[in-house]
Nanobody
């Protein structure tokens, strides 16, 4: 029912910035809990953060707090992840995610994007 398409990944130097976009179709993002996950090679999938139906930002992961910002454009049905002060350890595949509740966002996300690669060079 819900399709998510990420874009905006690429290769950047440490200290640089990227903005990832996630365009949703099939359901308005205001009816969903939206957010971002990432998975680095050899690492477990990690929740980056999310945004509730009301627009309230959910708690960011400690590793990205103060550097990453989640926002949304309701008219475009798009969620963004602004990433600043990037570090090599931020290198990962980044996935947009959608859930019907905060509980399912935390434990069993219903919808996933295909992912976009972010590589941060030293």
């Amino acid at each position: 029912q819900v399709q998510l398409v990420e874009s905006g990944g690429g290769l950047v130097q440490a200290g640089g910035s990227l903005r990832l976009s996630c365009v949703a179709s099939g359901r308005t993002i205001t009816d969903l809990v939206m957010g971002w996950f990432r998975q680095a090679p050899g690492k477990e999938r990690e929740s980056v953060g999310g945004i509730a139906r009301s627009g309230v930002i959910l708690v960011y992961a400690d590793s990205v707090k103060g550097r990453f910002t989640i926002s949304r454009d309701n008219a475009k049905n798009t969620v963004y992840l602004q990433m600043n002060s990037l570090k090599p350890e931020d290198t990962a595949s980044y996935y947009c995610a959608a859930a019907t509740s905060i509980a399912t966002f935390r434990r069993a996300v219903e919808y996933w994007g295909q992912g976009t690669q972010v590589t941060v060079s030293s």
